[in-house]
């Protein structure tokens, strides 16, 4: 005991690098400080490739390709290069300040502190913070008060007022000089606050203001949240500043201020991709025209999906109508009727799904409802616009934003973005139609409608529930209880908040008209699959699972109700069950659409699906994955992933099918792997097929098949011999290698698909389906790879599994047909089997 506890007060201080350097110990020129915890940043003396001269800067410690993400001394190196520099140092003095010297001792760089009476040290955090604290642990000076071009992390960017800091991103002048070049992202906290690039004097973007969910000129800040980041904006009178954060450890992501783009400054988000060992990216800004600064001018709109882009406001008329024919709207537009406040006879019209106007100039009120906004924005002449300041707040607290003269910078989005409230002349009110101001009336009666509807809805809930709940005879009651009390380590949140309904065996024989052939969807591998219709007329597809006497009732209730916990939009929902009747049933919402298999292989079908749609598909599809993996409180790997197992909705929306069933049915998983190997050939990952070795990258492999079929329109193991090779993956691996990628598209779409996503989704489905399952990557990092705008930056994919075999080979090792082995799809058509 005594012992072990000796070994680990010294191991650490023997084994690990050095983080900290007192005014007795700086750091040298030839030694680097590591952070202590997970020892994710080093310290040290750098010189970029092509450099003449040292820095002291910090790099990720994991990340192989050195990235330099703060410099210390930017401005003023150290002469010569760092190979040369053993002699020089950083150190810490006994006033608190951190200092850079060359080997002859002269001081080239001091950090600014305020004087501690009290002896410092500096220390390298994980978080890759420098930081100098006092020997009472306070801190005097932090690196991340003073950022560089890289915002890490937990890193401010913006205004602490009480700190009397101003936190801003400096583009590096060039890759190989640090230096600060005149292009600079900060907070603006004039108006309502935002983020500008500058390019020195110009103004080259602006992220809008905060809404409360995310800046409105970065409208897919929502689709991020999902892949395991959190963002964070304060704006409370101390401080206006925005963060980020990532949730999972593993994901490395980083925004850079870069010196080069359209304007001569382009914001980035880079994230590191292990199974590419370089660096995507995934989001940047300026990104399209109507990013530019203002390019309809002043009550003008820009929409990249119309031409031309720039158009007036309702009720306003081009400035200059022969440049704007001329399609230049910069000089924007004019009131076709002037306001008339003082006789208050002004309204406002609404333009959903906004950029708002540039705020810098704009008022902000964090206090009151958007009625008392639009009452205030009447009553002052000189406001012509409102909008909602904070929409997380409670819906009478949301504030305002409200605007003075021109709407300058004004762009919409397709979907996501705010609506802004713009002032108008009753004239134009009336003539913009009789429709505008019908509109604003139809608003009202609908919003009252929808508050009814939603009454009503909630009240006939409670009445269907009641009803419900007497027309079952075995009461969910005793079931939901059944299933918790078995597992008391799980916690409360668990079982007790999860009520699936249990209907009679005779409900069900009902809703199917007795199980009757017409009724028949398809056949699973498990039994017949059936339509029905409930009693309050919602449509379900039935499943009986005829063979699952092996398994107890107990177990058959536990898996039942871990399906029944998984939520997700892309994943298939279970209503209820029944085990009163000879069979234990299973009870899905129906899917309108079928399965993917029932649209993609019909040539008729097939012409119905677009690229946009297949390409929502193959990301909701990942999503339901990811979400199976590592989302869902449950680690499930499902085994039988394949076309017919995604079914699609009304919207096309896909939905994952048979999630985890495997388990339900071959008592363990040693007996599945021995007995009978659960899957489909064809989407079956080598190492299942040939060891039954399972993992979540075998999940993956599945994907990548689908990927690819969606991609081709043709099945991997189809009658198809693709041109000499022996499948759809070994084919399409060869047509990218020769860069013909985009000979793999399904002809049913006539050339019309985007070429960029086309090549993204043929390159991740290539990765997914790579022979070694370690090569392949995770369905996190698919996602990542599926958000990334840089094609280029991806890894090469190796060779497919099953790729190398003789079409000989296959002829006598595969002879068994697509879906001869387990079929426990849901919804399989029994005539396109
Ligand atoms: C760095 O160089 C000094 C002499 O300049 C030497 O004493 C020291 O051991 C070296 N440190 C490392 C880590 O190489
Ligand atoms: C770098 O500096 C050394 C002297 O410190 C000089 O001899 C060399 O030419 C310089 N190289 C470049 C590329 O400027
Ligand atoms: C150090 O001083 C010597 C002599 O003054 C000079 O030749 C040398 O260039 C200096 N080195 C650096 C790195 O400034
Ligand atoms: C912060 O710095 C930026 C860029 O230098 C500047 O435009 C802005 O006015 C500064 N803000 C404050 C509050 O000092
Ligand atoms: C700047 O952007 C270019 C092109 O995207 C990229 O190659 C370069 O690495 C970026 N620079 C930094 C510092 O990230
Ligand atoms: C206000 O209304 C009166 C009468 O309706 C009208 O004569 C006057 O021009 C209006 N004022 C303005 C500024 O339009
Ligand atoms: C917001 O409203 C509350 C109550 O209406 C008031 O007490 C508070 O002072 C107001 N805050 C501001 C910043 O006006
Ligand atoms: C009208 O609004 C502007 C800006 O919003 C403000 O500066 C001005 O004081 C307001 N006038 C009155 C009378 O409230
Ligand atoms: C917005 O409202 C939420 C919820 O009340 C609050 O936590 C947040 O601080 C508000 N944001 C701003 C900028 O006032």
Sequence with gaps: MVLTLLLLLLLPAASRARDTITPGQPLRGNDTLVSSGAGSFVLGFFSPPGSNSTYVGIWYAKVP??????????????????????????????????????????????????????????????????????????????????????????????????????????????????????????????????????????????????????????????????????????????????????????????????????????MQRWTWLDVAGAWALYWYAPKDQCDALSPCGPNGVCDTNKVPACSCLPGFTPRSPASWAMRDGRDGCVRATPLDCANRTDGFLVLPHAKVPDATRAVVDFNSSLEQCRQRCLRNCSCTAYASANLTAAPGRRGCVMWTGGLEDLRVYPSFGQELYFRLAAADLASKGKSKKVSIVVAIAVSITAALAVLLAITGFYIWRANKTKARKSGSSIWAAGSHNKDGSEGKDNGDDLELPVYDFETIAAATEGFSAENKLGEGGFGPVYKGKLED???????????????????????????????????????????????????????????????????????????????????????????????????????????????????????????????????????????????????????????GVFSVKSDVFSFGVIVLEIIAGKRNRGVYRYSGHLNLLAHAWSLLNEGNGLDLVDENLNGSFNSDEVLKCLKVGLLCVQENPDDRPLMSQVLMMLASTDTASLPTPKQPGFAARTAAAEDTSWSKPDCSIVDSMTITMVEGR
């Design 65 to 266: 390709v050195r990235t330099v993400v703060w410099v210390a001394n930017r401005a003023a190196p150290v002469r010569g290069a760092a190979s040369e520099s053993a002699g020089a140092t950083l150190s810490v003095s006994s006033e608190c300040a951190l200092a850079v010297a060359d080997a002859n001792a002269t001081v080239v760089w001091r950090s600014l502190s305020s004087s501690s009476p009290r002896p410092c040290a500096a220390r390298i955090q994980d978080d890759g913070n420098l930081v100098v604290s006092d020997q009472r642990g306070r801190v005097v000076w932090q690196g991340f008060d003073h950022p560089t071009d890289t915002l890490l992390p937990g890193m401010r960017l913006g205004v602490d007022f009480a700190a009397g800091a101003n936190m801003t991103l400096t583009a590096w002048a060039s890759p190989s000089d640090p230096s600060p070049s005149p292009v600079v992202a900060a907070m603006d906290t004039s108006g309502d606050p935002e983020v500008f690039i500058w390019n020195g004097p110009a103004k080259v973007w602006r992220s809008g203001p905060w809404d409360g969910v995310q800046f409105t000129g970065v409208p897919d800040t929502v689709t991020y949240k999902g892949m395991g980041f959190s963002f964070r904006f304060v704006n409370d009178g101390r401080e206006a500043t925005y963060s980020f954060q990532v949730r999972d450890a593993g994901i490395v992501s980083r925004l850079v201020l870069n010196s080069t783009g359209v304007g001569g400054g382009l």
């Design 537 to 691: 007329g919602q449509e379900v597809a039935v499943k009986t699972l005829s063979r699952t006497s092996r398994q107890g009732l107990e177990e058959f209730k536990n898996e039942v109700l871990l399906i029944a916990k998984l939520q997700h939009r892309n994943l298939v929902r279970l209503i209820g069950c029944s085990i009163s009747g000879p069979e234990k049933i299973l009870i899905y919402e129906y899917m309108e659409n079928k399965s993917l298999d029932f649209f993609m292989f019909d040539t008729t079908r097939s012409k119905l699906l677009d690229w946009q749609t297949r390409y929502r598909i193959i990301e909701g599809i990942a999503r339901g994955l990811l979400y199976l993996h590592q989302d869902s409180r449950y680690r499930i790997i499902h085994r039988d992933l394949k076309t017919s197992n995604i079914l699609l909705d009304k919207d096309m929306t896909p939905k994952i099918s048979d999630f985890g069933m495997a388990r339900m049915f071959g008592s363990d998983d040693a007996e599945i792997n021995t007995l009978r190997v659960v899957g489909t050939y064809g989407y079956m990952a080598p190492e299942y097929a040939m060891d």
